[in-house]
């Protein structure tokens, strides 16, 4: 049984920083590329970013710059450093465990998802 689980969110003000973390367990954190997805209220759920097991960093384009991800094989987490936070990254995050062996930013190639943790930055 595969289980993610996020932690970290929170209320935060435009500018400010926020670190998210991803436990997993199982063997899959080990063999797959793992990444952070987020779905903003009435919005479909958009890649944010993702690591490849060879330690390549995806992001996409709206956070480049701004967020930055990695992975502790020995601790089985993932973490994603949030900087320079706006109202509209407004959304519940959520880690997630990818298909195959690059890293995909299409929800519909991710094979686990955690249950997601709430990020609200206010103006």
């Known amino acids: 049984q595969v289980q993610l689980v996020e932690s970290g969110g929170g209320l935060v003000q435009a500018g400010g920083s926020l670190r998210l973390s991803c436990a997993a367990s199982g063997r899959t954190f080990s063999s797959s590329p793992m990444g952070w997805f987020r779905q903003a209220p009435g919005k479909e759920r958009e890649f944010v970013a993702g690591?490849?097991?060879?330690?390549?960093?995806t992001y996409a384009d709206s956070v480049k710059g701004r967020f930055s991800i990695s992975r502790d094989y020995a601790e089985n987490t993932m973490t994603l450093q949030m900087n320079s936070l706006k109202p509209g990254d407004t959304a519940v995050y959520y880690c997630a465990a990818m298909r195959g062996l690059v890293v995909v930013t299409s929800p519909l190639a991710v094979d686990y998802w955690g249950k997601g943790t709430l990020v609200n930055v206010s103006s």
């Open positions: 690591r490849s097991l060879s330690g390549g960093s």
